[in-house]
């Protein structure tokens, strides 16, 4: 079998699927941000529109909801001038009984040439590529709690347009890493591009195993971690873990690690401040600190779909030379 | 804080959001029905297409679902070929506790160019007008018992369109004034393009207080509110008013209030009859009088396609001058 | 009354509605299947688009959820260049206690061009078809248990590319005759087309009373009925039938009628292998026929989207020219 990282691409050595950072050179996301630069001024145009996927059918295969995430592939893909076709899978055929690999051979026939995938199951993205068609190209939407690739390079994208350069800088990321697929593919990145330190702060109930072997220096003190930061990535708070025996309440652990004005000043003075939404104002993040002057968040939003718009040209392309 | 009425406008007086019809002048309405003129003879054509916004990106923002009114913006954005997204509040990311605003930024970071907003709450759209950068348009479909400005203005295109001239016309509406937002925006609309006698019947449960002061007469005997009309128009009764104090059983309602071809003999034998749909066969209105020769009712609905059109190409213009 | 097969009809002869394969000539169902064959290797194509049906506007009306099959329709369409718009009923203005007739007269009044309808209750594509502005077409998406005729063409397709000539052929068809409206509008297809030879093989509980005046020969042995097919269609078992006193146990019916490798031999060697879908695997068949070389069933998804095109192509030109 196929490793992962061998999967996403062509035997030519293209980039087809997009699912993991795991596997990827710097030259290659290198590529995936100079490409997005050259989509990021598109939406400031009169006529917003790449003829580029004309003819192309994307499907979006949300096996888990997300407005948010489908929104911004689905404003992507339109702009590149694909037709798109969401798929709600809680009221399709699988419901009547029919497995993922049947659905997905049944879209196949009907000649798609991309699915986005969403899975709340880690590897259900992985599955789909090792079995698709090899002219179809497989993107990573978030799967489980593994990765959330193109989250993780829209949030490159954002630090490379403020800061320029990945080599100096110290980039904290703050909250639920255990549970984070943003963080995991976050962290992956930034090692691949070279960023020199990387500060994961968390309580001990919210890391995982052998944290330090991702390349990550590890805090349980906030105010310790994101010192000198140049960025400083705030995670979203699953509410639902409150409910187990992960967390405190969640004033305690606003107190502890939400990211407030005063705790802000610890960082660089220029210091930018990420998160990849929907915020929890008040839980992680004060509302001074979402709507401030640090604050790239909305930013990273915009940049999502210039990001996205970069891989889904990039993959298809890569599909369409096999 | 700007006034409402002068929130709609460029400070070049262009109109770039159409929340409600208060505030806007004759010439400015009859620029709409003018434009809307120029539209309604699309639908014949072979081919139904306006260029007039390509590229441009139009979120549906349904807070309450109206499938009618969400199909025909939808048709409407579509037949000036702008990309059309729409956006099932209820599964959205405000259920997973970010607030309104933060939606509202997050889609305006993405390169948006016009909301439809439709709410349940009085002053919804407007509130998103007042939040939105300055390139993006704001159109009210409906917002609790406030307006809806652009049914308002398919039933002036549906009049004018029959009677020619305003100005020597008795228009009366007829059902629960108090409630209805439509009637509330159509009352203004026939004032300020000059209608000089507008009735509202209703009983006196379901009118609003003081509601003379708008510039109607009053009439709780439909026979004698609707003596000599030249136009007709229904409201919807909301069933679920039927539960409250507001009103007898739904046959005493149809009894008193209900348009039958017999009650409609009292009106000019020219009259033509009027509702926003869906109609209640049997509770506000007979059968033959809905799908009989007065009735305008299923024009109102082509009408409200080219209405539409106009406002959404007249708003957008505006909104790219700034 | 129009007689249900002349409804389908312009005045001039040309094919308007889809809504059953009954009163349709050999020579239709050819000219369906050749101007499909047109459409089949565009898939291929690098830009899969159509400029036919441009400016068009198709509803997919599904009253009856079938995410599959609004699917290729929603594709069709698309590849067509038309304007798709998906209703779901169950939210739509029929849930304000509009009835259908109101609901397709409102959409009517928008100027859409084509109804795609899938409803639970037989006849309500007939019903529609029979109400319409002469400018619409209707396609019957599968109406209760009576038809499913683009089902039938696509089957019909796939048989033609593989077998190329009807006339030679012995079609079995295998499982829920009686509840099934694919079985139904299948035989009176393959009847059309001059097959001579169409055997129905289920238990006694679930064929139709004087099946064999459908113009096919009825086995309750399933070996018996396959010996020496060329081609074997199984249906899909509604699993709801389960619980009524249709069937024994899921285990016993498979053991009777599922289509294993074993039983398979007893048609030719060639015979080929169709499902409607989705398969229920281990029910009605084993998975190693349906992944097997035999098995002719994503082709059927794939030639679905053809035919399709080929009949909203069809109908549409011929009610342009009313």
Known sequence: MTANHELQF???GK?????SIEGLSKSLLTEILDTAESFASVS????KKFPLLRGKTIINLFFE???RTRTTFDLAATRLSADVLNMDISTSATSKGETLLDTIRNLEAMHVDMFVVRHSISG???FIARHVAPYISVINAGDGNHAHPTQAMLDMFTIRRVKQDFSQLRVAIVGDILHSRVARSQIQALNTLGVPEIHVIAPKTLLPAKVETLGVKVFNDMEKGIQEADVVIMLRLQKERMTGAFLPTESEYYKCYG??????KSAKP???VMHPGPINRGVEIASSVADGMSSVILKQVSYGIAVRMAIMSMTMQAAGTQ
Chains 1, 2, 3 share one sequence.
């Open 10 to 12: 062509t035997p030519e």
């Open 15 to 19: 980039l087809k699927h997009f699912l």
């Open 44 to 47: 400031d145009q009169q006529v």
């Open 65 to 67: 909801n997300s407005t």
């Open 124 to 126: 259900a993205a992985h």
């Open 259 to 264: 990211l407030t004005q005063d705790k802000l």
């Open 270 to 272: 220029d210091a930018i």
